[in-house]
C-alpha cells in the first residue's frame, strides 16, 4: 500500500494516536509497574526485553497474515539493508522466537518470562485507543497442565486486584487442531445463509477464519453471533477435561470468571483456553483491560519442537485510566528526607557539595539551588513533603553549623555542620518508632 500523499504542511507536534507521558503521571505508571514487578517475582516469573523491531515474518507467522493487526495494522518498512522490518504489534512473537533462538527448550520447563514495553497499531485512534500503546505480558512455556492455565488467570486476575481494580475474567475454550474443525464446519454451515447480513470483513473471515465472527464489533455480526453454535458443545474428550479442570481450579481458588463462548481473541495462534479481563465502564459498558489464551502450536510453527505454552497480555494505559477513573489510593509516593535550602552566594556555593555529602550518606534530598528567598524555598520544601529542610545561611558558614527544621512540628535547631548527617539519621529513626504504631500516610492519584 503506497503511504497518502500529505498536502498539509508537517509541523513539529505529536504524532497522531501516540501519547506523551509527562512527569505528573509517573508515579501511576511506576505504581503499575512496581505491582507487575512484585507479582512476577512471587509467581517466579523473569523479565525479557526484546526488541521493538522484528522481521515482518514472525508477525505475519505468528500472530497470523488474516488478522487485523498484520493484515492492516502494522507499521512495516524496509530497512537500509533491504530487509522488511516491522514494529511489534503485540509482545508474545518476540518472546517467542528468543526462546527458541536462545535454546531455552532445554532449560527447565516451564519458562516463565515477562515483558513490559510499547506495542504499536495503526488502529484507528480513540478513548482509551492509541497507536502507541504499553503493555504487559506474561508466557509460561513448556507446560500443558491446566494447572498452568488456572495459576497464571489467577496471577492476571491478582495483578489487577491489587492495583485497586474491580475485575471479572470471562473464560472460554476454542479446543483445538482435533476438534476445531467440526465446529468450523458448524459455524460455516450456521452463517451459510446469512451472508448477506454480515460485515464486509466478516464475509472474508468466514472463509479463512470462521471464529472471528465470533468477536466482530459490528452490531449486526453481533446480533448474528448470538444465535451461533458455541465451541464448548464441540470440544474434543481432552480439551474438555482440560477445560473443566482449568474451572475446577479457579473455583477453588476464588478467582471471579464467566463463561463466554466468544471469547475467541482476535490472533491466530491460541488453542484450548481463551480469556479477557474485563471491568465495568463508568456507563456500564464491559471494557477489556487485556486478555490470554494458550497457544500450544506456536513454538513449532516458529521453527522450534512441539512445546505447549499459555500468556497474557494487558493494556497498561487503559488500566491507569481505570486507576484514575476510580481515585485508586496509591502508596505513598516518593518523599525527601531534607530539603537543602541556602541563602547568601558563599552557601549557594557551598551547598553543592553539601548536597553531594548528604546523598552519600544515604538521604534522600532535594534543593532549588536557583531560588534566593527562604519563605521561596520553604515553600517549595513543603511542596515537596520534605521530612527536614536544612538551612545554611551566612551565621552558619561562619559557625560552622547549620540549622535543622523539623517540616511537621515547626521546631529548629542548630547543629555542627560536620555532624548533619548523622544528625539528620538520628532524628528520621525517632521519627519512625514514633511512626510504627500509626497509620501509613496515603496519597490520591
Ligand atoms: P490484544 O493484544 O489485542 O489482546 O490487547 C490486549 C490489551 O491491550 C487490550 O485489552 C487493551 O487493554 C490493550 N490494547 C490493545 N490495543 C490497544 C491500543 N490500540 N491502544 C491502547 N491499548 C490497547
Known sequence: MSPKKKTAKTSIRLVKGMKDILPTEQHIWDFVRSRVESVARDYGFMRIDTPIVEFTQLFKKATGEETDIVSKEMYSF?????????????GTPGVIRAYIEHGMLNQPQPVKMFYIGPQFRHDKPQAGRYRQFWQFGFE???DADPIVDAQIIAMNYNILRDLGLDIEVQINSIGDKHCRP?????LTQYYKNKKKDLCVDCTKRLLKNPLRLLDCKVKGCQELAEEAPQMVDYLCEDCNKHFTTVLEYLDEAEVKYNLNPKIVR????????TWEIVESNQDGKLQALGGGGRYDELVKLLGGRETP????AMGMERIINKIKEKEVVLPEVWRPDVYLAQLGIEARRKSLKLFMDLRQGGLTVSEDFSKNGLKDQLELANKKNARYVLILGQKELVDGTILIRDMESGVQETVDHKKVVKEVHKRLASKMNDKSLKIKTTKKV
Open 140 to 142: 509460561a512455556v513448556g
Open 182 to 186: 467440526k465446529y468450523f464446519k458448524a
Open 266 to 273: 482476535g490472533l491466530d495462534y491460541y488453542t484450548r483456553t
Open 78 to 90: 524496509v530497512d537500509q539493508s533491504g530487509d522488511r522490518l516491522s514494529l511489534r504489534p503485540e
Open 309 to 312: 505454552a499459555i500468556g497474557f
